[in-house]
């Protein structure tokens, strides 16, 4: 049987979208972005979770990227930055912004079990056809939900492996924030600052006197949500030997106005001065300067006001296992988030970012807290 029209996922409560995590994809992540952006609009309610995995190699791709961090930081912050740029987008776009969205690794440490919704009759799993018979980690296969859509995809050119070159990840790195309403943009942060560090990741969440003079102050999660919040999401991405230390601080530097033993620093784009001043204090003194990085900041917007979902206007086909294929145009549009990675203007990024500045006042607009789906 088939029909003509435009077809998704059904719409379950958690859904888990199951993607391959190649060189070519790394490096040219735009193709898959349609896909994820189409995937949480049209078949999740609570939460959608992304999950990369490699073809059979001598080791997963993730992992080969965290063992030379320093040297993959710039190509990875802008791998994962686009993806959970998307996956913002479409909570925007869909009216889903307190929904629940990851990104995880095969290959990254962890209990999968933590990181993958239950098996039941509200979650599902999406792939790309073909993928479904490649060797998925056997730990993860045992515990994805049922597979109930297939989308078709272009073969993706094969390219040159990573190549170690030895240069791992910093033993302390430090950053911090407010981390109100759990966002795509704190996970980012969270995931890539988890991904330099080798020994101890300190995390400095603004105490809740520091935040009584934001906008929609009511709205602010207390410091004891907002903390469990951070800490359940970085014992999902799996610290391994990393000590995960996450503090209240009360003034904008946090331990690395004191403490020695750090070495680099998470910041965004609009807070690189921030960084800058924690330098010089440092310089001042004597603590030693810290290596800065830097993430792209995540738009709370979109340039394109197409519906990326058009991407997938499709033939439906039913298999004998009640499985959907969905398979797309033949055509090459992506999914066009802000780009503000040569906007240099703090002020200006502060404006246009995806913050909890724009989920609170979300919420007020529709005189609810919402629901707890950004803290789990």
């Known amino acids: 049987m088939s029909s003509t029209g435009t077809i998704y996922p059904s719409a379950k409560r958690h859904t888990v979208l199951?993607?391959?995590?190649?060189?070519?994809?790394?490096?040219?992540?735009?193709?898959?972005?349609?896909?994820?952006?189409?995937?949480?609009?049209?078949?999740?309610y609570d939460s959608l979770t992304v999950v990369f995995s490699s073809p059979p190699e001598p080791a997963q791709l993730y992992s080969l990227l965290k063992a030379d961090a320093v040297t993959h930081w710039e190509a990875f912050q802008e791998?994962?930055?686009?993806?959970?740029?998307?996956?913002?987008?479409?909570?925007?776009?869909?009216?889903?912004?307190?929904?629940?969205?990851?990104?995880?690794?095969?290959?990254?440490?962890?209990?999968?079990?933590?990181?993958?919704p239950p098996k039941n009759a509200d979650s599902q799993t999406v792939i790309l056809e073909g993928f479904s018979d490649l060797p998925i980690n056997p730990e993860i296969k045992a515990l994805l939900p049922g597979i109930t859509s297939?989308?078709?995809?272009?073969?993706?050119?094969?390219?040159a492996p990573i190549i170690p070159s030895h240069d791992p990840g910093l033993p302390v790195i430090a950053l911090g924030g407010t981390f109100d309403h759990l966002h795509a943009a704190h996970k980012l942060l969270l995931h890539l600052a988890l991904f330099l560090t080798?020994?101890?990741?300190?995390?400095?969440?603004?105490?809740?006197?520091?935040?009584?003079?934001?906008?929609?102050?009511?709205?602010?999660?207390?410091?004891?949500?907002?903390?469990?919040?951070?800490?359940?999401?970085?014992?999902?991405?799996?610290?391994?030997?990393?000590?995960?230390?996450?503090?209240?601080?009360?003034?904008?530097?946090?331990?690395?106005?004191?403490?020695?033993?750090?070495q680099g620093l998470v910041v965004s784009g609009e807070t690189r001065s921030g960084g800058e001043m924690v330098n010089l204090t440092r310089q001042e003194r004597g603590l030693g300067e810290l290596q800065v990085f830097v993430v792209d900041v995540i738009a709370s917007q979109t340039v394109?006001?197409?519906?990326?979902?058009?991407?997938?206007?499709?033939?439906?086909?039913?298999?004998?296992?009640?499985?959907?294929?969905v398979r797309p145009r033949d055509r090459s549009e992506s999914v066009m988030t802000l780009d503000l990675r040569s906007e240099v203007d703090e002020k200006r990024l502060k404006d246009l970012k995806l913050g909890s500045t724009a989920i609170r006042q979300w919420i007020a607009d529709r005189g609810s807290h919402g629901d707890d789906s950004m803290t789990i």
């Open 198 to 262: 080798t020994r101890r990741l300190i995390v400095g969440i603004m105490s809740d006197s520091l935040l009584a003079s934001k906008s929609n102050a009511k709205l602010v999660q207390p410091l004891s949500v907002r903390m469990d919040s951070v800490k359940r999401f970085l014992s999902r991405c799996g610290m391994g030997n990393v000590e995960m230390d996450v503090v209240e601080i009360h003034d904008p530097l946090g331990p690395t106005g004191w403490e020695k033993d750090i």
């Open 79 to 116: 791998f994962l930055g686009k993806v959970y740029a998307t996956l913002a987008a479409a909570q925007w776009r869909s009216g889903r912004v307190l929904m629940n969205v990851e990104v995880h690794f095969d290959g990254e440490e962890g209990d999968w079990k933590e990181k993958l």
């Open 18 to 44: 199951v993607l391959p995590f190649t060189t070519y994809v790394f490096t040219n992540p735009t193709i898959l972005l349609p896909v994820i952006f189409a995937t949480l609009a049209h078949s999740s």
């Open 304 to 325: 394109d006001q197409q519906d990326q979902e058009d991407d997938l206007e499709v033939e439906k086909e039913d298999d004998d296992e009640g499985e959907i294929t």
């Open 150 to 159: 297939k989308i078709p995809h272009r073969a993706f050119p094969s390219l």
